[in-house]
């Protein structure tokens, strides 16, 4: 009988997991050919709040927060809790004429949640899939499809996306995203798709503020809505930080005028917030930051909001899209084809609902989104020093998300060499000091659990600046 691995004693006290894995185990994102030695494999056996721990019983922290979806702490015992006690009653149903308690509430507290603006009809329906790049796949589907149910296809066949941008990794989602290395060799295979400039404040002309140069790409966007007028059925943007993309990171004021483009050109806004939503900026959501015109509140409303990755506080696969009932409005008929005929086998997962809902608990028992603030200005005055470093061209912070830019001399026009890879040195200098900073090429970032503490975040900041060090004492 084959020796059954469930137990993580059998790692602990054994060495050949790195065999055993190598042997079974096709990782993402990732050259396999690196594994083990180039990037020597880590053995976690359990999580603890801010802290993966290894078999043997090292402890690293998660600085990423687990490719960005653990919000309120490893092994969370409320939420731990809350999936038990849904197991033991419903753990799953098929969602197709069926309904269950939990992704009734879920959607409704959502919907409560969700941005809003003064004399917009608010999101009032809940599409649920499995996971990020499905959530987005289910958005540019709705966009695409209400045009065609109108009439108005084949002309609205296109959607605008921003340069530098990413939004997941199943072809409808590569399609929009502008980030060569996902998208380079699936090319032939993907729709076509418009792509703006980024209002990337890291792009700003010499003594241009961030918002004259979001301004500028908003005005060129404005343009190329001009040009293909009548062809576009939907822009997507992740708001504030392009995250795949560097954690680059752009002024609000964009928010406002995209918002404004779209409704004069009768296309949809997608806000993918997968990553920045639930906290991650400041507020709940990222579009709540636009800046308000005169006499109107703060915040946008999208016609599509995608959400995943923290909604269930990295405990379980899930996403929904929030949209209006002006859209729902356009799949209701007669024909069966006109319906919006998208599935997944575990859409809207009961166990997977029920962690979301407590992790929306959490945000109200623990006032999250206070202690993140206080947070973020920790991590703000350690970044500074950080900073400081003279391989840094730029040091960005959106609330709980930092990126350190690392160029030589801190010269922007002078990236290091690639062959360099001091995006790597610098991870595997911090894996030994027991902290996991995984780099996107040659930048590093903070986007920890919020639950991280005064000395953990020293401990970041310590070990990111001796990082950087020896990562660029190559140079």
């Not at 990782?27 to 603890?48: A, N």
């Not at 360099?420 to 610098?426: D, S």
Request: contains cysteine; charged residues 20%.
């Amino acid at each position: 009988m084959t020796e059954q691995i469930h137990d993580p004693a059998i790692l602990a006290d054994g060495n050949d997991w790195r065999t055993r894995d190598l042997a079974a185990v096709w990782h993402p994102c990732t050259q396999m050919r690196e594994h083990p030695d180039t990037q020597p494999l880590l053995p976690i056996v359990r999580g603890e709040g801010a802290w993966l721990v290894e078999a043997g019983g090292r402890r690293i922290l998660d600085s990423g927060s687990s490719w960005w979806t653990n919000l309120h702490g490893h092994a969370e015992p409320r939420i731990a809790e809350a999936i038990a006690r849904q197991a033991r009653t419903l753990e799953q149903v098929i969602l197709a004429g069926c309904t269950h308690p939990s992704a009734i509430e879920l959607a409704e507290r959502l919907l409560a949640l969700a941005p809003r603006e003064p004399g917009r009809a608010p999101l009032s329906k809940v599409f649920y899939a499995d996971n990020g790049s499905a959530g987005v796949e289910v958005a540019l589907k709705m966009a695409f499809q209400w045009f065609a149910n109108r009439g108005d296809a084949p002309r609205r066949t296109k959607f605008v996306a921003l340069r530098n941008g990413y939004h997941g990794e199943t072809l409808g989602a590569l399609a929009v995203g502008d980030i060569p290395l996902y998208r380079r060799v699936y090319a032939p295979l993907l729709c076509e798709s418009l792509f703006a400039p980024s209002p990337d404040a890291f792009e700003a002309r010499a003594g241009q503020s961030a918002a004259a140069h979001a301004e500028d790409a908003a005005d060129a966007l404005a343009r190329l809505l001009d040009a293909h007028a009548g062809e576009i059925c939907a822009l997507i943007l992740e708001p504030l930080i392009q995250c795949a993309g560097g954690m680059r990171m752009h002024d609000p004021v964009y928010l406002r005028r995209v918002r404004e483009l779209c409704d004069v050109h009768g296309i949809f806004l997608i806000a993918d917030e997968i990553a920045v939503g639930f906290g991650r900026t400041g507020t709940l959501f990222a579009c709540e930051q636009a800046p308000g015109n005169a006499g109107t509140p703060a915040g946008i409303q999208p016609d599509l909001l995608c959400l995943s990755k923290g909604l269930t506080g990295g405990f379980l696969p899930l996403s929904t899209v929030l949209t209006t009932q002006a859209l729902y409005d356009g799949f209701l008929d007669a024909s069966r084809e006109r319906a919006f005929l998208h599935s997944h086998s575990y859409t809207g997962n009961p166990l997977a609902c029920a962690a979301a809902l407590a992790s929306l608990d959490i945000f109200t028992a623990d006032d999250t989104l206070a202690r993140n603030r206080h947070t973020a200005t920790r991590m703000a005055a350690l970044a500074a020093q950080v900073g400081a470093h003279r391989h840094v061209a730029d040091t960005r912070q959106t609330g709980m998300v930092v990126a350190f830019e690392l160029t030589r001399d801190g010269d922007r026009a002078t990236p290091f060499d690639p062959a360099l890879r001091v995006g790597l040195r610098a991870y595997r200098h911090a894996v030994e000091r027991g902290v996991l900073l995984r780099p996107l090429g040659d930048i590093l970032y903070w986007m920890p659990p919020y639950c991280i503490d005064e000395d953990q975040l020293q401990l970041l900041a310590q070990v990111t600046a001796e990082a950087i060090e020896v990562a660029t004492s190559c140079a």
